[in-house]
């Protein structure tokens, strides 16, 4: 296979129907998140949105250890194996997760913490897991309508799910917020993984290359398992420390403010949801890494740009967003909603670089530039919350962010990974 059957379609409209189909899809998917989050902003109050807020970056930590780098892997065997055989294989390991050590887990936290409210986090942590089972072997297998219905059901089931069961039955509270949750993760779980099961429950129960896909397994995710940890510092750290130094009501308005600027996601997902399938498929015919190489940078170099210009208008016009999208109980979360926008511009970017390596099982090359991120990101979180507050750990994340944006370009570019020069890489991309 040619990399020019992605770059040299027959027609425009051919070549970006894919991306037009996730972009519309991300766009409602969007709208319906920005008036959730404009709900919270009006009903939830900043001290019980830094609680739910810490509990959600516990089961995130958990999940990201566990169920993540599972999934990458997931994705990557379906370049390999049989899609039947690898579906059940994964499918029977995330279930040992989720129903013997997740609970484990679960249990001995809400036995420390003396709180009920890790059964609700363990069935939203199980519904999640499953959900992105689902919409990310669509995503891997090109099945982009599929993928972006899931999306926007979600959006919308989050939102039905807070305007009955927390506006509607008054509970304002972390306990609402997770029944929502929980709900919600378990219906789009079943209807994610439904169409799978269809799929398997002919396979023969002894999988023929179970051996392989354990070794496979072991081999891919080894290094992840030491990134996860290190990305939920990243993200999610900062939370704590600013528990440490400060109040619940001030991780509230953290959190409010980072997810704000975190919705800079929305233009790097149906992006990202675009390529994946498309360099897996490089992988699937055997290509050499380095034929990737071509289709990230020339997105990469219009990405950025674009990007970084949607920054400068939301830092200039971040008063009236914030009045918009948020409450004025939540005024330092608009402050500080620019600059973590910022600094999600060069995570996205990361995050295109990194499609190669989770494709091409390079994962270590993940570990190496997230690593040197924990590093600058805590030693800028501990210098600047206790003397600016939430604003220190904003700018800790953006500057963060940055550094390890150019790690992990440096990483790209380097000749181990980078077999040919761009420019005759280019060359297969000229229609």
């Given at each position: ?20 189909t ?15 989050g ?46 039947t ?24 936290a ?10 609700l ?34 959006a ?36 994610s ?90 992988r ?9 190489n ?13 990007t ?57 090359y ?7 991120g ?7 979180n ?11 750990a ?38």
């Amino acid at each position: 296979m040619k990399i020019g059957r992605f770059a040299n379609p027959l027609s425009v409209p051919t070549r970006f129907a894919p991306l037009l189909t996730l972009l519309s899809g991300q766009g409602l998917s969007a709208g319906l998140g920005l008036i959730y989050g404009k709900l919270t902003a009006l009903y939830i109050s900043p001290d019980v949105w830094g609680e739910y807020s810490l509990l959600l970056a516990g089961m995130t930590f958990v999940h990201s250890l566990l169920v993540t780098p599972t999934i990458q892997s997931f994705k990557s065997a379906l370049g390999q194996f049989s899609r039947t055989t690898v579906v059940r294989f994964y499918g029977q390991l995330l279930l040992a997760l989720f129903t013997i050590l997740l609970p484990l887990v679960a249990l001995l936290a809400g036995l420390y913490f003396r709180n009920s409210l890790f059964g609700l986090v363990w069935l939203a942590a199980v519904g999640q897991g499953f959900y992105q089972f689902g919409t990310d072997y669509r995503n891997a297998q090109g099945q982009h309508r599929s993928f972006a219905r899931l999306q926007m059901g979600y959006a919308a089931g989050m939102l039905v799910s807070f305007g009955g069961l927390v506006i509607g039955l008054h509970q304002y509270t972390t306990t609402g917020l997770w029944q929502s949750m929980a709900l919600v993760n378990g219906l789009f779980a079943l209807l994610s993984v439904t169409p799978l099961y269809k799929l398997i429950r002919h396979t023969p129960s002894p999988l023929p290359n179970r051996p392989q896909l354990v070794q496979t397994y072991r081999r891919y995710v080894t290094p992840l398992f030491g990134m996860a940890l290190c990305a939920w510092l990243l993200n999610y750290a900062d939370r704590y420390l600013i528990r440490l130094y400060l109040t619940d009501a001030d991780v509230g308005q953290y959190a409010m403010g980072y997810s704000l600027g975190a919705k800079l996601l929305l233009l790097s997902t149906p992006l990202l949801a675009f390529l994946s399938p498309r360099m897996l498929a490089l992988r699937r015919d055997n290509q050499p890494v380095s034929m990737v190489n071509a289709l990230v940078f020339r997105y990469l170099r219009h990405y950025m740009p674009g990007t970084g210009l949607a920054c400068l208008a939301f830092f200039l016009g971040r008063n009236l967003i914030g009045t918009l999208l948020l409450s004025n109980q939540y005024g330092q979360a608009m402050a500080i909603a620019p600059i973590v926008a910022t600094g999600y511009l060069f995570l996205t970017s990361i995050h295109l670089l990194e499609l190669k390596w989770y494709a091409f099982g390079q994962t270590r090359y993940v570990l190496w530039h997230t690593l040197s991120g924990v590093v600058v990101n805590l030693a800028f979180n501990v210098l600047l919350i206790p003397r600016l507050g939430i604003a220190g750990a904003a700018w800790a994340t953006m500057i963060g962010y940055a550094t390890q944006f150019a790690i992990a370009y440096w990483l790209f570019r380097r000749p181990e990974t980078v077999r040919i020069h761009p420019a005759t890489a280019l060359s297969h991309l000229t229609p």
